[in-house]
């Protein structure tokens, strides 16, 4: 498997946002006790499937320390939906509760090693992978995502996450030429 091993750091970034604010994984890490980095598109059927189970899951782990940061990195030439532009519309109309960043260039993408959207990945607050993969255990994506639920919940109690990498169901990252 490409990408950051589980117990190895992962790659900081420094990424636009649909608030034309920067956002880097390093002042996320200052200021929380664990970051979700799940890598995300707005025409995934995947993802819209489970868009209200991770905007309750950050609802549910903000006030614990936790964020999560949705990351797009499609490429927008291979998939027009995935434009700048089209991700803040996505972003407005479903009342996203998280950052949502464009990794245009996709390096960050690569460096993760993230393969499908939607693709999840829990760094502990030191900014060390514990978890990869999928954010439920259901194909259609459920109310709650389990798989990253239980992971989060593991690690906020200082515990070792079983399974600690997951095979995500979803749609293949659109890549660059």
């Known amino acids: 498997m490409k990408g950051t091993p589980i117990n190895s750091y992962a790659p900081d970034f420094e990424l636009p946002g649909v608030d034309d604010e920067v956002h880097h994984l390093a002042r996320y890490l200052e200021r929380f006790r664990a970051v979700i980095v799940v890598f995300m598109s707005n025409c995934c059927p995947h993802v819209r499937s489970s868009l209200e189970g991770l905007k309750r899951l950050q609802a549910e782990l903000q006030p614990q320390e936790v964020t999560l940061v949705g990351i797009n990195a499609n490429d927008a030439a291979r998939s027009p939906e995935d434009s700048f532009e089209k991700m803040k519309a996505f972003a407005d109309s479903n009342d ?10 996709q390096d960050v993408a690569q460096c993760f ?3 499908t959207t939607p693709e999840a990945f829990l760094l502990d607050h030191e900014g060390i992978l514990r978890y990869r993969g999928s954010i439920d255990d259901s194909p259609d994506g459920g109310s709650t995502p389990g798989l990253l639920h239980a992971a989060a919940a593991q690690l906020l109690r200082g515990e070792a996450i079983e399974p600690a990498v997951t095979s995500p169901a979803g749609t293949p990252i659109q890549w660059r030429g």
């Not at 996203?96 to 260039?105: A, K, M, S």
């Open 96 to 105: 996203l509760n998280f950052p949502y960043i464009r990794d245009v260039n």
């Open 113 to 115: 090693g993230a393969r």
